[in-house]
């Protein structure tokens, strides 16, 4: 089956950076669109960044996230450097295989979902 592990949250000050990782098993993840979104307490589930043909990102977080992809470790990333305390959520990593039918930032196009990491940013 599919399975989508995501890891590398915790607790950071702000202005430091952390990075997360999607490992992905029962796909290769080079098939696949990718992305990762973030729910914060009370609030929807929100895009963050998609890997696909290119990249793309939620304007809350350009020039700060990168993501990335390790096809031979069939592995996602995401870097997030100069973190706020805005950033504050779960993240999760999803795939949607063979490609996208949809707006990327919509995350009902997206077919695996993994369980989530905590992301806390101090101030």
């Known amino acids: 089956q599919v399975q989508l592990v995501e890891s590398g949250g915790g607790l950071v000050q702000a202005g430091g950076s952390l990075r997360l990782s999607c490992a992905a098993s029962g796909l290769t993840l080079s098939n696949c669109t990718m992305g990762w979104f973030r729910q914060a307490p009370g609030k929807e589930r929100e895009f963050v960044a998609v890997?696909?043909?290119?990249?793309g990102y939620a304007e809350s977080v350009q020039g700060r996230f990168t993501i990335s992809r390790d096809n031979a470790k069939n592995m996602l990333y995401l870097q997030m450097n100069s973190l706020k305390p805005e950033d504050t959520a779960v993240y999760y990593c999803a795939a949607r295989y063979k490609g996208l039918v949809g707006a990327y930032s919509d995350m009902l196009v997206y077919e695996y979902w993994g369980q989530g990491t905590q992301v806390t940013v101090s101030s």
């Open positions: 890997i696909s043909r290119s990249g």
